[in-house]
């Protein structure tokens, strides 16, 4: 398996564009993860699924941002309008979802709000 | 919500030293995992441990579940060990990771 896979690695994109980042999670994991990695807070999770159903998503900050996991091969996560302060590394990682299982981490998405 | 703090937030070490990185936590758990990010930004999981010690090539991990706390070791480190070690631990339900501030490590030659 080729790991988790994120794209696009780099987005640059201006104030008020909508941006999707999108994710594809080793097959055969049944959670998916998307954190966000800033300077000032470090790591935070944003949302979790479990079988493509979201189970937590106390973390999204704002109404504009909202998460999809239409299959179990494919989430994304837009944030429309994008705003300066959104700018950050976006990870999406993926296990098992059992109990205590390790989790595996895409390589990211730079986001950058200009 | 359970706290994760590490110490030290940066270490400079040269080449060959033995490194210590100490992670603790308020709420129990059952398990703990370490992290590695590199320079270039991809994270790594290194270890999930619930007790005990656990010992990949030149990483050594511990942990101590009724103190709360954790330890990742290095041993004759290398500067490509340069990189943020994060300890991040699971919420009750043994899923969503929350994490640690980080230690960044530099190696130098």
């Known amino acids: 398996d080729a790991g988790v896979i994120q794209s696009p690695r780099h987005e640059v994109t201006e104030m008020g564009q909508e941006v999707t980042l999108r994710c594809k999670p080793i097959s055969g994991h049944n959670s998916l993860f998307w954190y966000r990695q800033t300077m000032m807070r470090g790591l935070e999770l944003l949302i979790y699924?479990?079988?493509?159903?979201?189970?937590?998503d106390s973390g999204m900050p704002e109404d504009r941002f909202s998460a999809k996991m239409p299959n179990a091969s494919f989430s994304t996560l837009k944030i429309q309008p994008s705003e300066p302060r959104d700018s950050a590394v976006y990870f999406c990682?993926?296990?098992?979802?059992?109990?205590?299982?390790?989790?595996?981490f895409g390589q990211g998405t730079r986001l950058t709000v200009v | 919500k359970n706290e994760v703090e590490q110490s030290p937030q940066n270490l400079t070490a040269q080449e060959g030293e033995f490194i210590t990185i100490n992670c603790s936590y308020s709420?129990?758990?059952?398990?703990l995992h370490w992290l590695q990010q590199h320079p270039g930004g991809g994270i790594v999981s290194l270890f999930m441990?619930?007790?005990g010690k656990k010992k990949h090539g030149r990483l050594i991990a511990t942990i101590n579940i009724q103190e709360k706390h954790s330890s990742l070791h290095i041993t004759a480190s290398h500067p490509r060990d340069s990189a943020v070690y994060i300890c991040?631990?699971?919420?009750?339900?043994?899923?969503?990771?929350?994490f640690g501030t980080g230690t960044r490590l530099a190696v130098r030659p």
């Open positions: 990682a993926s296990s098992l979802g059992r109990r205590d299982t390790e989790a595996f």
């Open positions: 699924f479990n079988n493509n159903v979201p189970i937590d």
């Open positions: 709420v129990g758990i059952s398990a």
């Open positions: 991040a631990v699971p919420g009750s339900s043994g899923d969503k990771l929350t």
């Open positions: 441990l619930s007790s």
